[in-house]
């Protein structure tokens, strides 16, 4: 007995020995490894971080014993990390060459599906707005991610890696924290994950006051092979166990134990989908975790690596061994699209009523599951464009449609973006694909644009030869100084002469005259023929600044009244003044202020009428505020004359037309347009396009840009509520730009430069609108060349720049009767009321109300009981179900509601000012 103990002993120390040098040999395995990394990350920096933590990981494996639990839990992680490096190297080796990297992940938030991230092999995270259809590069510092998700509330985006999670702030692209996880996501507002050294799923909730995600829960499990946890944040599914994330319990489901299989969960957590064995995928019931009948794809013979279900549960996509993919009807089991590849399939997700599938080819997928086909494609490019583009050619990209990565391909040679753009340039479009609404006929055939060329001006003639190359010639457009100069008689073939009117000509410096001619069908634009030369005029002594600012609140009729826009008129007016007086001199400066009953059409024509006095030299700064609507390819500002939103006259409102003509009417180069508009009935019945402006009301915009050579920035609103319910008094758009005079986008302390005040807007204003959904993103309309100053502001001025201070904004009251369980006496409808007379137009407000609910808003909560002749309230008020705050009322129950109300509301006003 004793020698069979010792002989055991022997094995034993034998196999523990044979263990550690295996263990010895492996560390010097990677150790080699890691200094061939070391030595790769010399050359491409950006893996240095990995190769940091494959060495923290190293150090902790060598201190740890061969036999250990802890050797156990990070042996595994080791090639995982290994492998990340490797792809790191190829992906620095690969960079450069090429515009185009493939989308490695594409996430949909899951509220109203208004965000889309795609990130691409160069770990480059763009931000897809699916109403505007315009994407933007997100600057983070986490390295190489792979994945992302978005919050519910789309306030927080999620980027990870194999092993590390980065939470940042959606909007001002703040890094809110960083945690240690393997697959994490966003789901119901809250972040869950798997633990690195344990086999545990943790759940993290987001605490708003220390704006972190707080750890609420491990829940222990099996290991855990991959991670998909439901839209309500209430399930997860490891790979093999299905756990209930409130308390930890695994919730049993009626099938045999398999292999690990990819799931996914309907949006209500009523069903639950398997991809399992046999192309087959099992359907489970919940919570009782009982089969359903299964759905089969009996013609496939590739095994299912992927496996995702649409928001409304109708649709369920697979992918198979990331080669093919299948769409099937939920309800009929029946197949409604199918889609092979000779590329890999990298990942996918639904956004609105469409799949999106990102390949290897560097493109981002739309599959249709009712049409069966694609129906378009998202690009990212290194540089930080993008691009949308539909199967019949038509595309929505950066930079207003015009990116150098994109070319078109027509009559055997290369045409530019520009040349085809009035065409196919379709703002909004991933919008429409994602909504299925987008029906654009394409346009008839077209044959080659004509040839120009122009001569340089002599004695202020210049020589231009317009010659047919087969398309015929249709419009021919003159730009000096990218403004349109008339340039009539110049449509047909042969040599024209044109007068350059030396007025416009800039003295002392550089003019350029470009000459734009189009085919017989008016679809393709040529390249065009450029001419610089410089104007030996000695240039003015002191230039001079005009400004026209007009802003309505108060319309002939009182159903289209808004609050802000004439006060924002009045405000901008005085920065510009206060920066331009400094620039120019008081003596310099001319600004007519149009507002309310003085901003009729016939005042307005009037101001602009004053422009032809001006000089090439001068600045121009237009300003208006109010509503803006589209009719056909014509943008329309109202006047003050305007009854209705509809039906309103030619004489009631200025058309985007008519301020071409006017404005080319100057010589004036240096101009500035500010549109700060409502833009009341650009809602459609769709979600998706609800929040997105009109392509032809964008389209306008850029041709008027195109033709007077205005920077333009264009803030509208979607709709009248979107513009007036905000924090801040103001519109959101004059608000930013205020802000940016005050000091936050000036150069040099004092300058305010056009390029850098309109990107302060067009980055700021998403960030103040971020509770109110139906805000669109400003559109920046710049032309060619440099930026300019219009004015320069000292400490002085900037502190009397006014902008309001945001206020408490509110929620549509809520009030029940606890005996009945609703509200009898319509308290809530009175609070309202109330409250919302307390809001002086053009005025600073104290309080603002909205009509709904919004997120992050103020909610007043109330329930009463009536006892005898007394009406007993309880009320509190909450900020997204957290209370800050409570009182309990009296009042005589026979009351009048309205005298209730005024009762209420005095009582709750002095809590509302404390609050922020």
């Known amino acids: 007995m004793r020698a069979a103990r010792f002989g055991a002993l022997i094995l034993l120390l034998g196999l523990t020995a044979q263990l550690a040098g295996a263990a010895e040999e492996r560390h010097r395995g990677h150790f080699r490894a890691l200094e061939n990394y070391r030595n790769m990350a010399a050359e491409f920096p950006l893996c240095q971080p990995l190769v940091d933590e494959l060495a923290r990981h190293l150090a902790k494996l060598q201190e740890a014993a061969p036999d250990s639990a802890a050797y156990r839990a990070l042996q595994p992680q080791t090639w995982p990390l290994r492998r990340a490096l490797d792809d790191c190297y190829r992906r620095n080796r690969r960079a450069g060459h090429g515009y ?105 909730r987001f605490d708003r006051q220390h704006s972190r995600y707080l750890q609420q829960a491990v829940w222990p499990t099996e290991r855990v092979y991959n991670l998909n946890v439901s839209t309500t944040g209430n399930l997860a599914w490891t790979g093999t166990t299905l756990i209930n994330l409130h308390n930890g319990a695994t919730v049993p489901l ?58 409304d549960g109708r649709w369920l996509a697979l992918m198979l061994q990331r080669r093919e993919v299948r769409l099937l009807d939920t309800g009929s089991g029946a197949q409604a699209a199918a889609l092979t590849s000779t590329k890999r399939f990298t990942d996918f997700a639904f956004a609105g009523g469409m799949l999106m ?24 490019f290194s540089s930080g464009n993008w691009a949308v583009i539909n199967q019949d050619g038509f595309y929505d990209a950066a930079h207003a449609g015009e990116v150098p990565e994109l070319s078109w391909r027509a009559h055997q040679r290369s045409l530019q973006l520009s040349q085809l753009k009035e065409q196919y340039w379709q703002p909004g479009l991933l919008g429409e694909l994602l909504a299925g609404t987008s029906n654009l006929n394409t346009p008839a055939a077209s044959g080659s644009p004509p040839t120009v060329r122009v001569s340089q001006p002599e004695d202020g003639m210049a020589r231009i030869s317009v010659a047919d190359s087969g398309g015929g010639i249709g419009r021919v ?25 030396a007025q416009r000509l800039l003295p002392g410096t550089d003019n350029s005259l470009e000459v734009i001619a189009w085919d017989g069908s008016g679809a393709i634009a040529g390249r065009g023929a450029n001419v610089v030369w410089r104007d030996a005029r000695p240039t003015p002594a002191q230039p001079k600044l005009h400004a026209v600012i007009i802003g309505v609140s108060d319309y002939a009729g009182d159903a289209v009244d808004l609050r802000f826009a004439a006060a924002d008129a009045r405000r901008f007016a005085d920065a510009v003044k206060a920066g331009a007086a400094r620039m120019f001199g008081s003596g310099h400066v001319s600004i007519d202020v149009l507002t309310e009953s003085g901003a009729q059409k016939s005042a307005i024509s009037a101001a602009f009428r004053k422009l032809k006095t001006l000089s090439a030299n001068d600045v121009l700064v237009v300003y208006l505020a109010g509503h803006g609507v589209n009719r056909g390819n ?76 205005f920077h333009v920035l264009m ?168 209370v800050l705050d409570a009182l309990e009322l009296s009042l005589a129950s026979a009351a009048e509601p309205k005298l209730m109300a005024q009762n209420i509301v005095e009582a709750l006003y002095p809590l509302l000012l404390k609050l922020e």
């Open 100 to 204: 185009e990297y493939a989308a490695v992940s594409v996430s949909a938030v899951a509220a109203g599906g208004e965000w889309l991230v795609t990130v691409n092999r160069d770990a480059e995270v763009f931000v897809w707005n699916t109403a505007s259809g315009r994407a933007q590069l997100f600057a983070h510092d986490h390295f190489g991610p792979s994945a992302a998700s978005i919050s519910a509330d789309g306030n927080h985006l999620l980027l990870s890696s194999h092993s590390s999670a980065a939470v940042y702030d959606l909007y001002s692209g703040k890094l809110l924290q960083q945690l240690q996880l393997r697959h994490p996501q966003l789901r119901g507002n809250q972040l869950v994950g798997s633990s690195l050294s344990t086999n545990a799923v943790e759940v993290y």
């Open 634 to 709: 014509e943008y329309y500002y109202l006047t003050a004359a305007a009854d209705s939103l509809q039906t309103f006259r030619a004489s009631q409102a200025l058309s985007s037309s008519e301020l071409i003509e006017w404005i080319n009417a100057s010589p004036v180069s240096k101009q500035v347009m500010v549109l700060d508009t409502c833009a009341a009935g650009a809602l459609q019945p769709s979600l998706l396009q609800a929040r997105g402006l009109p392509a032809a009301q964008i389209r306008a915009i850029q041709r008027l840009r195109d033709r007077t050579g």
């Open 357 to 380: 599938l990102a390949d290897e080819s560097g493109a981002t997928l739309l599959l249709s599951p009712h049409t069966g086909g694609t129906t378009g494609r998202l690009l990212s």
């Open 715 to 882: 803030g509208s609103a979607a709709d009248r509520y979107s513009y007036e319910a905000n924090q801040y008094g103001q519109g959101l758009l004059t608000y930013a730009l205020l802000e940016g005079m005050r000091g936050a986008a000036l150069r040099d302390g004092q300058f305010v430069d056009v390029s850098r005040l309109f990107q302060h807007a067009l980055d700021r204003v998403p960030e103040l609108a971020r509770h109110l959904g139906g805000v669109q993103q400003p559109i920046i309309a710049a032309p060619r060349g440099d930026s300019f100053d219009i004015g320069i502001l000292a400490a002085a001025d900037r502190q009397r720049i006014k902008i309001s201070q945001p206020r408490p904004l509110l929620n549509h009251p809520v009030f029940v009767e606890a005996e009945s369980g609703f509200d009898r006496l319509a308290l809530g409808a009175a609070v309202y009321n109330q409250l919302a007379q307390t809001q002086p137009r053009g005025g600073e407000a104290a309080l603002l109300v909205t009509a709904g609910q919004t997120p992050g808003a103020i909610s007043i909560s109330g329930s009463y009981t009536t006892s005898g002749e007394q009406l007993r309230l309880n009320v509190k008020l909450l900020r997204d179900s957290n």
């Open 254 to 311: 009626q099938r045999q134990a398999s292999r690990p299989l990819p799931g996914v969960f309907a949006a209500d957590d009523q069903t639950f989908y398997l991809a399992g064995a046999r192309r087959t995928v099992e359907r489970f019931a919940l919570p009782s975790g009982s089969a359903l009948a299964p759905l089969s794809l009996p013609d496939s013979r590739a095994n299912l690596s992927r496996i995702t279900l649409s928001p």
């Open 477 to 501: 457009r003159v730009l000096l100084n990218d403004k349109e100069i008339p340039a009539a008689g110049l449509n047909s073939a042969g040599e024209h002469t044109l007068e350059v009117p």
